[in-house]
């Protein structure tokens, strides 16, 4: 996950069961010169640089997985609460999503939703990818190998059953629109990008929907997305 922002965070995935921090060192602006009748030098784009030395901000240094609430195994889905300044992570190994605070990085973890086993009941979860929080403090969870998206309450633990907002063909990532609460939700199978409007009601295409392909109204296995 990239952002232009003072620090990034990314969560490794797999091999590296660890979340990194890594914090810009410099900035470089690159020109454009164009000629005509004169010629003019015009900034088009600025480029941070990143430190090569990342910092463990949660997990294992050495990337070891596990299930305590001071480790990780094979993290995917990751959400910053900035209100907060927390995070919030999907730790699919573990068919869990846990939440730490980054003002206190050594603390352990708090699941917020699953913990109970694989399974597709509204209390578990299965493989859970896509994980956000609209303006209401609730948690909303993409849960591929269950074809859903869960929606659950604020101030949720694993003891919380969530709501089933609807049903995409393997949801992959999702992003949440806090203006107005639409959530985009990306299905791999489908190539499409899927948007529940307002938060509630039936799933509608947003992007793509029209087979797999290269054409420019076409998506092929797509993964990500970002409002």
């Avoid at 985009?184 to 199978?189: F, G, M």
Wanted: net charge negative.
């Amino acid at each position: 996950m990239l952002a232009n922002m003072d620090t990034i965070t990314m969560i490794a995935t797999a091999g590296r069961e660890i979340a990194l921090e890594l914090t810009t060192t410099s900035t470089k602006t690159s020109t454009l010169t164009t000629t005509s009748s004169s010629t003019t030098v015009c900034p088009v784009s600025s480029q941070s640089i990143w430190s090569q030395t990342a910092t463990t901000i949660f997990g294992s240094q050495a990337g070891v997985s596990g299930s305590t609430l001071s480790l990780l195994s094979q993290p995917i889905g990751m959400y910053y609460d900035g209100l907060n300044n927390m995070l919030i992570v999907g730790d699919y190994g573990n068919q869990r999503i846990l939440q730490f605070s980054l003002n206190n990085p050594s603390s352990v973890a708090t699941v917020i939703a699953g913990s109970n086993g694989a399974g597709c009941n509204l209390n578990q979860l299965s493989v859970a990818i896509g994980v956000g929080h609209d303006s209401s403090d609730r948690l909303y969870v993409a849960d591929t190998s269950c074809n859903r998206v869960i929606r659950f309450p604020p101030n949720s633990t694993s003891t919380t059953t969530g709501t089933l907002l609807g049903s995409i063909n393997i949801p992959q990532n999702l992003f949440i629109n806090s203006l107005n609460g639409d959530i985009y939700v990306v299905s791999y199978n489908d190539n499409a990008v899927y948007k529940f409007v307002g938060g509630s009601g039936s799933p509608m295409i947003a992007a793509g929907g029209n087979g797999n392909g290269n054409a420019l109204n076409q998506l092929s296995g797509p993964n990500g997305v970002y409002y």
